[in-house]
């Protein structure tokens, strides 16, 4: 108990930091301040890069982007699965084996790869999230369509249907409540794979440019000087990877709460990249 | 007539599955090719969504409409995109992906040169994951008491993106130990097993995430198998742990480790190209994304493509192999 409740904690105060960094920072993120590749200082608590702006205040202001693409190419994905898995759970037949077909078709993908090709044609953003509903949804549809199967069967689903009510109704009164917990771990995971996706995009030169301050992209700015200034590599990664640590055991501990979700915790193979 | 054996007690009359043995095979065959039809129309489509074509970048600056129209006319991008798609895949088929656009070499030959380097890369790295995802698919799924850290350990650190663990280990083992060089610039022509210390920051930084992942989907399968009735019976009977493990547990866990090990195969080829384009080493991930960044459609098109056909070859065989390793499917 006391470590879920320490791990959200910590999540929260990643995250809020990673969203209000950028007005916190104690520098301009991308004005050059002083000598390039000087070491942690006073001054410059995480020392300068290439051009000598601060790294400090590059990593305060670099995390909102990221995250904030990964937020809405997850909550993308996590809409388009439970809408689909609803449908298929709910109406079965040709449409469920329409939408299985599908899946498995949008699962044999590695999603990374599906973002470089969508990133040839269109903008980083979009990349990020096509490639999360493509590679996530699929998985989110699985998901949703068992616990669907599971529920509908359930004396309350069958009273509903008996007071005549629309299917739409019922699913959306009486069996969406029931699978919170599931769809909930779900978007986490979705959130998780959604930061590597955008990460990957970023760090490759697809996402924002250069003067940009931006985690995954300081990364690869700064590997030329990783002798020079160690704290120039490692602050930009500690921070992606605590975030996306942090999420993870995050959704771990909630769903291990939840009596569903372990059941298809197991199940869920095409997880990462 | 001969008189009715005993059966050997334990084994129970074996149910013979009503496929015959060569169906499945076929099957996960043909619905390789066709997802990989599927794959072509689909990349085919995202690279022809690209603003300026073929005729574009190759004509001079400061060409009119008029001459880039013609030079359009003279590489053949003219026609309707259903033809297009069509003799490109005639050409795939044929052997003949196309030249670059960038510099007009014949991409099958790019792509012939950069093929060692990766294929040395990836099947290093799987090498490297694949026992190391058993054993750690092993040890989170047999613990009996306090699952819970070894779980943590593996759901957190599979969450890491591979950006990070790269720059990690670039950080430490290369800016703080300086035991491996930070860039990985191979010379050309060289083979790659040639200089092992420039493989090892790669290799490592695909290997540590895709153990960590393939153990976390091991962890599961594991567990189910140690909580089997013939794994409790074994070690009642005073079976030593490493041959309980061995005999009564790792052949139920040849399925799914193979479908484990296809999906962190692809994983793997989808994973090189950050890993070359950070490292600077020279495979197809790189060859890839510089071709992307420089809009090389016919060479984006066929190591897209390429790669897309060994992920899902790896998955057919995965299949066909997890078929056949079900101990209890045995019929001798």
Same mark, same amino acid.
């Given at each position: ?15 809020? $930091? ?11 993120? +991308? ?14 608590? =995480?020392? +300068? ?16 982007? @990221? ?8 909550? $993308? ?22 939408? $299985?077909? @599908? ?9 990374? =790869?599906?973002? @470089?090709?969508?990133?040839?044609? =269109? ?60 769809? +909930? ?57 605590? +975030? ?30 | ?22 169906? !499945? ?22 690279? &022809? ?37 069509? &003799? ?21 030959? !790019? *792509? ?30 047999? !613990? ?55 493989? #090892? ?29 013939? *794994?409790?019976? !074994? /070690?009642?009977?005073? /079976?030593?742990?490493?041959? *309980? ?43 890839? #994304? ?6 090389? #459609? ?35």
């Amino acid at each position: 108990m006391v470590s879920r409740i320490l791990m959200f904690v910590l999540l929260a105060v990643v995250l809020a $930091t990673a969203a209000l960094g950028g007005w916190v920072a104690p520098h301009d993120p +991308t004005a050059p301040l002083g000598a390039p590749w000087r070491g942690a200082g006073p001054e410059h608590p =995480l020392g +300068t890069d290439a051009l000598g702006r601060d790294v400090w205040s590059r990593v305060l202001a670099g995390g909102a982007g @990221l995250i904030s693409v990964s937020v809405l190419a997850a909550l $993308t994905a996590s809409f388009v699965g439970v809408a689909g898995g609803l449908a298929a759970g709910w109406a079965g037949g040709a449409l469920d084996r329409a939408a $299985t077909a @599908l899946t498995d078709l949008l699962l044999a993908v590695p999603s990374l =790869l599906l973002a @470089l090709v969508v990133a040839v044609a =269109l903008p980083g953003h979009t990349a990020v999230v096509v490639a999360t509903v493509c590679g996530g949804a699929p998985l989110t549809l699985r998901v949703v369509r068992d616990a669907v199967r599971s529920i509908s069967g359930a004396g309350y689903v069958e009273a509903a249907r008996c007071r005549g009510e629309s299917g739409a109704a019922i699913l959306v009164r009486e069996v969406l409540p029931a699978m919170k917990g599931v769809v +909930t771990a779900d978007l986490g995971l979705r959130l998780v794979v959604a930061l590597q996706i955008a990460s990957a995009l970023n760090v490759l030169g697809f996402g924002p440019s250069p003067p940009e301050p931006d985690w995954a992209l300081m990364l690869r700015e700064n590997m030329v000087g990783v002798a020079m200034n160690p704290w120039s590599v490692a602050a930009p990664a500690a921070a992606l990877g605590l +975030t996306t640590v942090l999420l993870a055991l995050s959704v771990q501990l909630a769903a291990d709460r939840d009596p569903v979700a372990p059941r298809w915790r197991r199940r869920n193979v095409h997880v990462g990249l | 007539m001969r008189p009715p054996q005993a059966a050997p007690s334990g084994a129970a009359p074996r149910r013979r599955s009503g496929v015959p043995p060569l169906r !499945a095979p076929l099957w996960a065959l043909a619905r390789g090719v066709l997802l990989l039809c599927a794959v072509s129309v689909v990349v085919f489509a995202a690279t &022809s969504l690209l603003p300026g074509d073929a005729a574009e970048l190759r004509a001079s600056p400061g060409a009119t409409e008029e001459q880039i129209r013609a030079l359009r006319e003279e590489l053949g991008q003219d026609a309707e995109p259903w033809r297009l798609y069509l &003799s490109w895949v005639g050409g795939l088929l044929g052997g003949d992906p196309g030249t670059s656009l960038v510099n007009g070499r014949p991409v099958a030959d !790019a *792509v012939a040169q950069r093929l060692p380097a990766t294929a040395t890369l990836v099947g290093g790295s799987l090498l490297l994951a694949a026992p190391a995802m058993l054993l750690l698919g092993g040890w989170a799924g047999s !613990a009996r008491r306090g699952r819970a850290v070894p779980t943590a350990l593996l759901t957190g650190g599979a969450a890491v993106p591979t950006v990070v663990v790269a720059a990690g280990l670039a950080a430490l083992l290369s800016g703080a130990l300086g035991w491996v060089p930070a860039v990985s610039l191979l010379p050309p022509g060289r083979p790659p097993i040639q200089s092992p210390e420039l493989l #090892v920051l790669p290799v490592l930084s695909m290997a540590l995430p895709t153990a960590l992942f393939g153990g976390g989907l091991l962890a599961g399968a594991v567990a189910d198998v140690v909580g089997r009735p013939h *794994v409790a019976d !074994a /070690r009642r009977r005073g /079976r030593p742990p490493w041959a *309980v493990a061995a005999v009564d547990v790792l052949p139920f866990l040849m399925a799914p480790f193979a479908r484990v090990l296809a999906v962190a195969a692809g994983g793997l080829i989808a994973a090189a190209t950050v890993v070359e384009t950070l490292f600077g080493y020279p495979g197809l991930g790189s060859l890839l #994304v510089s071709s992307i960044a420089s809009r090389d #459609v016919p060479v984006v098109q066929t190591v897209a493509l390429l790669a897309a056909a060994v992920v899902l070859a790896g998955l057919a065989l995965a299949d066909a192999v997890a078929g056949g390793t079900d101990p209890r499917r045995r019929t001798w």
